[in-house]
């Protein structure tokens, strides 16, 4: 996970393009969008931080550097 690409990602993509890169790496299809990652499962881990921030961003009217400590605070707590 690395949060400069993460928010590169929010800052450059909608949240339908971001679906769908999801749904693409599901079915193991070409993504329409570039995502950096040194695999799949980096990739996915980068689109579904950017769907994260984004929705949160949306919601609760903050900033990306605000989502993204949030982001990194729930990947916190689901290690501990």
């Given at each position: 996970m690395n949060i400069?690409?993460?928010?590169?990602?929010?800052?450059?993509?909608?949240?339908?393009?971001?679906?769908?890169?999801?749904?693409?790496?599901?079915?193991?299809?070409?993504?329409?969008?570039?995502?950096?990652?040194?695999d799949e499962g980096e990739q996915m881990t980068h689109i579904l931080a950017a769907i994260f921030c984004q929705t949160v961003m949306a919601e609760q009217h903050i900033s990306l550097q605000q989502a993204v400590r949030l982001y990194s605070q729930r990947v916190r707590d689901s290690i501990n």
């Open positions: 400069n690409t993460i928010k590169h990602i929010v800052e450059s993509y909608t949240l339908d393009q971001l679906h769908q890169a999801e749904q693409d790496l599901l079915a193991e299809k070409p993504l329409a969008i570039a995502i950096d990652g040194t």
